[in-house]
């Protein structure tokens, strides 16, 4: 577990001694979950930090009706839950479901944020971890903003490979199948598949399945 959780920005810069001596300080909680679980439900109350340990998790905002947007999509090492809780938010506003059988490692949120007694020099890294990231999470959550406030699909989908092909360069795999691609980009399944099909017959993009190349 502590090889995972020194890929976790939570304990960015941290030995695997260290980090074994937060765990004792910390109040943890391991969970497993299998394939589409609910994780929180929107409303569930809320007072951990959760850390993914294995598998894959979707953070799901639902309306009356059942359409679905995914907010994001998480991978071992990742953290979840962060913003909600140091918000004070008593009650999860969104869904997370395990896309994958799934374990994860819950952080009581006051111990993580308050330092020991023996004021230790990992716990005040920890802090100053999560303080960071908040902000990194800010920052993503302000691009998914201009992904999905685009006004056409075409400038969505064209805004969300061009991120993509930024950060892993021209020809990369996208986390998504299609139909989760389309709740991530709040567009229809098959105005999404026609405006690809577009996109690769005008000679702007390749793609097979989930694997993309920008031309």
């Known amino acids: 577990m502590e090889e995972i959780l020194m890929k976790c920005s939570l304990f960015e810069n941290m030995k695997?001694?260290?980090?074994?001596e937060l765990l004792r300080c910390l109040r943890v909680?391991?969970?497993?979950?299998?394939?589409?679980?609910?994780?929180f439900t929107a409303g569930d109350e809320i007072r951990s930090v959760g850390v993914l340990l294995e598998g894959k998790l979707q953070i799901l905002?639902?309306?009356?009706?059942?359409?679905?947007?995914?907010?994001?999509?998480?991978?071992?090492?990742?953290?979840?839950?962060e913003a909600f809780v140091c918000g004070g938010i008593k009650e999860i506003p969104v869904n997370i479901l395990a896309a994958e059988d799934s374990r994860i490692l819950l952080l009581d949120y006051g111990r993580v944020m308050t330092t020991c007694p023996a004021s230790c020099g990992h716990h005040s890294r920890?802090?100053?971890n999560m303080v960071q990231i908040l902000a990194r999470k800010t920052?993503?959550?302000?691009?998914?903003?201009?992904?999905?406030?685009?006004?056409?699909?075409?400038e969505k989908v064209?805004?969300?490979?061009?991120?993509?092909?930024?950060?892993?360069?021209?020809?990369?795999d996208l986390p998504f199948n299609r139909q989760e691609l389309?709740?991530?980009l709040a567009v229809d399944r098959s105005a999404l598949s026609c405006e690809l099909?577009?996109?690769?017959?005008?000679?702007?993009?390749?793609?097979?399945?989930n694997h993309f190349q920008i031309l």
Do not use: C
Request: aromatic share 10%; hydrophobic share 35%; glycine share 6%.
């Open 126 to 128: 920890l802090i100053r």
């Open 29 to 39: 909680e391991k969970k497993k979950y299998s394939k589409n679980d609910m994780v």
């Open 182 to 184: 389309a709740d991530y």
């Open 158 to 172: 064209l805004t969300y490979l061009s991120a993509q092909a930024l950060r892993n360069g021209s020809s990369f």
């Open 61 to 81: 905002k639902e309306d009356f009706w059942g359409n679905r947007l995914i907010m994001a999509q998480l991978g071992p090492g990742e953290l979840f839950a």
């Open 139 to 154: 920052i993503e959550m302000n691009r998914k903003i201009e992904i999905v406030t685009q006004r056409s699909i075409r």
């Open 16 to 20: 695997p001694d260290e980090i074994t």
């Open 197 to 209: 099909g577009k996109l690769q017959k005008e000679g702007k993009i390749r793609f097979h399945r």
